[in-house]
């Protein structure tokens, strides 16, 4: 993990520019590792670290690019839902890029029961993020079709 560790320290490293922080949070999207990137998720929504605003947007766009990515950013949004729709009030604007990011791109009839169960009981919990999670069911339905 030493090389997720230095990754982070130069996102982090005020000397790094926008877009290098960019390409830095896109690459490690990219590994195929479930326990990395699941601590690249945590370590997205660690304040200190990682500027609210930015964060979400690391979580749906960075960490979704892949198969993997998207199996475990679903079950890390599950398990982290109430903790970002408390935390992250300032940034939810945000949170469409979110949702469509982690759900847009699954694209079979058990992952969209999942999806439709896991927000049956927290629709007023997405708030301005609705119109996205309906926009990704239909991205879904598509999918399977």
């Given amino acids: 993990s030493s090389g997720i560790n230095a990754e982070y320290g130069e996102y982090t ?3 790094t520019s926008a877009s ?3 390409t830095i949070y896109y690459a490690l ?4 590792d479930d326990d990395k990137l699941l601590e690249f998720s945590n370590y997205c929504l660690d304040s200190s670290l990682v500027r609210p605003s930015d964060s979400l947007y690391i979580l749906g766009r960075s960490i979704t690019q892949t198969k993997k990515g998207r199996v475990v950013s679903w079950l890390f949004m599950q398990d ?3 903790r970002i ?3 992250f009030t300032v940034a939810l604007f945000a949170v469409d890029a979110y949702i469509s990011g982690v759900l ?3 694209a079979n009839e058990g992952d969209l029961k999942d999806i439709e169960d896991f ?3 927290k629709m007023d919990s997405l708030g301005p993020g609705k119109a996205a999670y309906e926009s ?5 339905k598509g999918n399977i079709a």
């Fill in 13 to 15: 490293d005020d000397s």
């Fill in 20 to 22: 290098e922080k960019q």
């Fill in 29 to 32: 999207g990219l590994v195929q």
């Fill in 80 to 82: 982290m839902w109430t």
């Fill in 85 to 87: 729709t408390e935390e």
């Fill in 104 to 106: 847009s791109n699954f």
């Fill in 119 to 121: 927000f049956a009981d």
């Fill in 136 to 140: 990704a069911l239909q991205s879904i």
